[in-house]
């Protein structure tokens, strides 16, 4: 329907000029189109879709193809209709970015309805790998350059440029869409201790070397070493830690700390521990009026843990920039503009897409500040 036509003196039609009427919006995107354009190695676990040397994983019941191809049409759908200019700076960060080929796919719609302003933010651990470099070049190329890559979401804050920061630039820049897929780059292999209960807690981060970049220590406790080592080298390869007894303490942008701890008797005796050893931490903090740091509480935990081994309890201690962490870091961090961030999630085929809002926070097995 076009509700500008008019009606002049001599009851003739005025009809708006054609370059003022809406451009056509591209056809979604088909599983078909997909299939056609892509290659596919598969096992009997899952699958492995590539174009041009970028990728995503599949599985019927974690990340179908139908699935990913709704959410790639949601995501455009939405921007199509929410910012109709097409010379408005977007810009795109996407949190697990791993092989590209969903944002690939999402940047060809964009370009596909004549979006002109298009800047991509992506973000992977993995990406210190140098094996990543040729996608990331791939990718870069087929979005005329316009993209950083960061291994963290606390890599992407803390960049600079010229006397401010990226991500204030990008706050101001324009819009903002958070794209957040989990699983972020491959399907999560178990360590050990499979199947996830109300009294486990799950845990998956590779590790980092760099207060700057990490957002989170895992804390293990137990008293077999050799299951520990274990543990914590398979989280190193990334896989995922399914674990009673420990805890994850998470740091967000304005250095407070949250502790998040299975629901269980040997959970909760050691979220009431770190928590009595942290507070003496914070209430030093909130007198000198100092920020809480990572790497102020890493030596906290150092401290706690040479009173449980004196007991005969083994430890380990693990800095890791943790997924949940991250996309909880990312939705406060552009959280209080005027034009609120847009957040699009596909989890294991459960798609999510709504602005900066009511339900912004992660929700673990259980949290306390």
Same mark, same amino acid.
């Given at each position: 329907?076009?509700?500008?036509?008019?009606?002049?003196?001599?009851?003739?039609?005025?009809?708006?000029?054609?370059?003022?009427?809406?451009?056509?919006?591209?056809?979604?995107?088909?599983?078909?189109?997909?299939?056609?354009?892509?290659?596919?190695?598969? +096992?009997?676990?899952?699958?492995?879709?590539?174009?041009?040397?970028?990728?995503?994983?599949?599985?019927?019941? #974690?990340?179908?193809?139908?699935?990913?191809?709704?959410?790639?049409?949601?995501?455009? +759908?939405?921007?199509?209709?929410?910012?109709?200019?097409? @010379?408005?700076? #977007?810009?795109?960060?996407?949190?697990?970015?791993?092989?590209?080929?969903?944002?690939?796919?999402?940047?060809?719609?964009? =370009? =596909?309805?004549?979006?002109?302003?298009?800047?991509?933010? /992506?973000? +992977?651990?993995?990406?210190?790998?140098?094996?990543?470099?040729?996608?990331?070049?791939?990718?870069?190329?087929?979005?005329?350059?316009?993209?950083?890559?960061?291994?963290?979401? =606390?890599?992407?804050?803390?960049?600079?440029?010229?006397?401010?920061?990226?991500?204030?630039?990008?706050?101001?820049?324009?819009? /903002? #869409?958070?794209?957040?897929?989990?699983?972020?780059?491959?399907?999560?292999?178990?360590?050990?201790?499979?199947?996830?209960?109300?009294?486990?807690?799950?845990?998956?981060?590779?590790?980092?070397? @760099?207060?700057?970049?990490?957002? $989170?220590?895992?804390?293990?406790?137990?008293?077999?070493?050799?299951?520990?080592?274990?543990?914590?080298?398979?989280?190193?390869?990334?896989?995922?830690?399914?674990?009673?007894?420990?805890?994850?303490?998470?740091?967000?942008?304005?250095?407070?700390?949250?502790?998040?701890?299975?629901?269980?008797?040997?959970?909760?005796?050691?979220?009431?521990?770190?928590?009595?050893?942290?507070?003496?931490? @914070?209430?030093?903090?909130?007198?000198?009026?100092?920020?809480?740091?990572?790497?102020?509480?890493?030596?906290?935990?150092?401290?706690?843990?040479?009173?449980?081994?004196?007991?005969?309890? #083994?430890?380990?201690?693990?800095?890791?920039?943790?997924?949940?962490?991250?996309?909880?870091?990312?939705? +406060?961090?552009?959280?209080?503009?005027?034009?609120? $961030?847009?957040?699009?999630?596909?989890?294991?085929?459960? /798609?999510?897409?709504?602005?900066?809002?009511?339900?912004?926070?992660?929700?673990?097995?259980?949290?306390?500040?």
């Amino acid at each position: 329907m076009l509700s500008s036509i008019g009606i002049n003196d001599a009851g003739a039609a005025n009809l708006p000029r054609q370059d003022t009427l809406p451009a056509a919006l591209p056809a979604p995107l088909t599983a078909r189109h997909v299939e056609e354009e892509t290659d596919l190695n598969a +096992d009997d676990q899952h699958a492995l879709r590539g174009r041009n040397g970028l990728f995503w994983f599949e599985s019927k019941e #974690i990340a179908s193809l139908d699935a990913r191809i709704t959410f790639i049409n949601n995501v455009t +759908d939405r921007i199509f209709h929410t910012i109709p200019a097409k @010379d408005t700076p #977007i810009t795109l960060i996407s949190l697990g970015a791993g092989g590209l080929l969903t944002e690939a796919y999402i940047h060809q719609r964009l =370009q =596909q309805a004549n979006y002109t302003n298009i800047a991509w933010r /992506i973000i +992977d651990v993995l990406y210190s790998d140098k094996f990543y470099n040729k996608f990331l070049k791939q990718f870069k190329d087929e979005v005329g350059g316009h993209c950083r890559a960061f291994t963290t979401e =606390q890599a992407y804050f803390k960049k600079a440029i010229g006397s401010g920061s990226l991500v204030e630039d990008d706050k101001v820049r324009g819009e /903002i #869409i958070v794209l957040a897929i989990n699983p972020p780059t491959t399907f999560k292999d178990s360590v050990v201790k499979p199947g996830k209960s109300a009294e486990t807690l799950e845990f998956f981060g590779m590790p980092q070397s @760099d207060y700057n970049k990490a957002n $989170a220590i895992f804390l293990l406790l137990g008293r077999d070493k050799s299951l520990l080592d274990r543990s914590v080298k398979g989280l190193s390869e990334g896989k995922t830690l399914i674990w009673e007894n420990g805890l994850k303490c998470c740091i967000d942008n304005n250095g407070k700390h949250t502790l998040i701890y299975a629901s269980s008797d040997k959970g909760s005796k050691l979220f009431a521990a770190v928590s009595k050893h942290l507070s003496y931490s @914070d209430n030093m903090d909130s007198t000198t009026g100092l920020k809480n740091t990572l790497e102020h509480i890493d030596k906290r935990l150092d401290e706690f843990l040479m009173i449980v081994e004196s007991d005969g309890i #083994i430890g380990r201690k693990y800095l890791t920039s943790d997924y949940d962490a991250s996309l909880l870091n990312l939705k +406060d961090g552009f959280a209080g503009r005027s034009h609120p $961030a847009l957040f699009a999630s596909f989890d294991k085929n459960v /798609i999510e897409i709504k602005n900066q809002g009511a339900e912004t926070g992660i929700c673990p097995l259980q949290t306390a500040n």
